[in-house]
């Protein structure tokens, strides 16, 4: 009873539209119908704009442009990363210090699997696993092995310029842990501590194309990549280039950049389809992207099959890596971890790693105009040269903008009520005064009412 006169108080004083007139005593049966006929029709329009906006404001709040005002521009060089790939030299210097110079040779194949793990491993357990198993194998702590392999930045990279002019390389290339093993990055968010020194290399109207150069004397794998990207076991050919001895190497590149408006960050991952650096769910990178995700993938799936992880896999710890069984294991589910396919492929019986991983909202158009090699003559050490270099300062980029806000979705909402129903805030805010409120300053009313003396009353 008092929850119906709390009811009929709301409708009668509410300035919701129209609504008054439900509880008129004045007004017939026929008009009451009338009016309840239309508040209903009025609240379900309003509902179905609300929840077109809440799915627009969910689904379409992202936009993308291309902008072409490129003289005002500063662009970033791609990350170069060089990655040691193979070294015989230096295998067989290590072997002989473990092994002695009458050691069996099968175990360098061994030891250069091991230092330069790709996912399989197989000399490693056709040698050391087995009733003829080598004597001499080792069965564990491989990534110490792995790392008195790899060369130093010092034995790798020299005579480094930036548009022509040189700078120290081991000062600006930094340590950073890969699935492939330790490398070596300029340019990179991920490498090293980023507590170094950091070059400059922003290219714009000013300083033309940028241009990097440096001789390498090892083996090894080139990176081309996005400033927060890693070079994994999957990065695409047109991404790397694999450089030997005696040859010049020259590569022609573009690169579009993605601009986000800063309003993009208030908006929810779901919404952008994409995360940004900084907002890091993995453990085995300090920032986000793409490709550390799959490393992320591949090191879950690794833990999943075979009780452990790969010895290279960055940020691992010591108990979590894989020992000679843990190899074997990697090694008989290579074809499952080596490949990244869709989850369709799955269903269809293909075997590769399914990976839910989001792009970087930063990610990076990285397109080769140009390749050219040429034999270098006239060196006595095995040295490569490497020229990357930007064809052309970019003429356009993406624009990642902000369609409907928080404030765009609070303004569709209270215009539609607005609109419809002619409520505001403060009209809900009613419905919890009539509610709570005024029923118990009525009954404290009342209470005191009765107290009073009938003289005074």
Known sequence: MQLRKSVEEYLKNSTLHGARFIV????????????????????????????????????????FVVESSYRDWDTNFPAII???????????????????????????EVLSEIAFFRGESYHTVHECTGEEST????????????????????????????NDKP????????????????????????????KGPKLNMYSNRYTGPGSLKMELYTEATVFILGNEEVPTLVTPKTDFLAVGPYISFVRSISKRDIENDEEIRQTSVHQRNCRFADENILDVHRYYSYSACTVQCRKDRQIELCNCSSHLTPNT?????????????????YEDLSVIIAKWSRRRGRKGLVCDC????????????????????????????????????PTERYKRN??????????????????????????????????TIRPYSRYIHEKR?????KSAR
């Open 24 to 63: 008129d005593e004045d007004a017939s049966w026929l008009e009451r119908i009338f009016w309840l006929i239309c508040l209903v029709a009025s609240w379900y329009a309003s509902w179905l704009l609300i929840r077109a906006s809440l799915e627009q404001f969910e689904n379409n709040a992202i936009s």
């Open 135 to 162: 004597t001499s194998c080792f069965y564990s702590n491989f990534s110490y092995y792995a790392q008195l392999v790899r060369s130093s930045c010092f034995d790798t990279i020299k005579n480094c310029e930036w």
């Open 317 to 333: 710890p010591d108990w979590q890596m894989c020992n000679m069984d843990g190899l074997e294991c990697l090694n008989r589910n």
């Open 167 to 194: 700078f120290e390389c081991c000062k600006y290339f930094q340590r950073m842990e890969t699935e492939l093993g330790i490398c070596y990055a300029i340019n990179s968010m991920q490498a090293g501590m980023n």
């Open 358 to 393: 989001l792009p970087s909202c930063t990610e990076v158009d990285i397109t080769t105009v140009n390749d050219s090699k040429d034999t270098l003559y006239g060196h006595e050490n095995p040295v490569s040269k490497i020229e990357l270099a930007l064809v052309e300062l």
């Open 82 to 108: 060089v990655c040691e790939s193979k070294n015989m030299d230096r295998i067989q210097q290590i072997s002989e210090k473990l092994w002695g110079a009458d050691h069996d040779f099968t175990l360098e």
């Open 449 to 453: 009412r009765l107290r009073q003396p």
């Open 402 to 435: 902000l369609v409907r806000g928080k404030l765009d979705l609070v303004v569709s909402i209270g215009g539609t009520t607005g609109l419809f129903v002619g409520a505001s805030l403060l009209s809900f805010v009613e419905i919890v005064y009539y509610i």
